[in-house]
Nanobody, 125 residues
Framework: QVQLVESGGGLVQTGGSLRLSCATS??????????MGWFRQAPGKEREFVAA????????HYADSVKGRFTISRDNAKNTVYLQMNSLKPEDTAVYYC????????????????WGQGTQVTVSS
């Protein structure tokens, strides 16, 4: 059984920062074999891609809306992926989800096999 557990969400003012974490576990889940992604879903909207990182951490990809403000990283020794979010805007308010797929980066929701339950990020104006 694979588990992805997000943490680090909360309420922050415009221009502030948050760091999300996604801890993974599972008897047969080898974290270093998986690319990791972050997605978000705002109220009344569809879930959208935010960022992804390859299994090695050597490649990353970002949505245009967060490029230059968000940074995805991973620690394969801790089986954890992070999302550093700076210069937050009210439009970043959403539930943020981490997801896993084998090896290579993808931006489509259906490309990912495992999902966490999400963590709420609220940016006040």
């Amino acid at each position: 059984q694979v588990q992805l557990v997000e943490s680090g969400g909360g309420l922050v003012q415009t221009g502030g920062s948050l760091r999300l974490s996604c801890a993974t576990s599972g008897r047969t889940f080898i974290f270093s074999n998986y690319a990791m992604g972050w997605f978000r879903q705002a109220p009344g909207k569809e879930r959208e891609f935010v960022a992804a990182i390859s299994w090695s951490g050597g490649s990353t990809h970002y949505a245009d809306s967060v490029k230059g403000r968000f940074t995805i990283s991973r620690d394969n020794a801790k089986n954890t992926v992070y999302l550093q979010m700076n210069s937050l805007k009210p439009e970043d308010t959403a539930v943020y989800y981490c997801a896993a797929r084998r090896f290579t980066i993808a931006t489509g929701e259906s490309d990912y096999n495992y999902w966490g339950q999400g963590t709420q990020v609220t940016v006040s104006s």
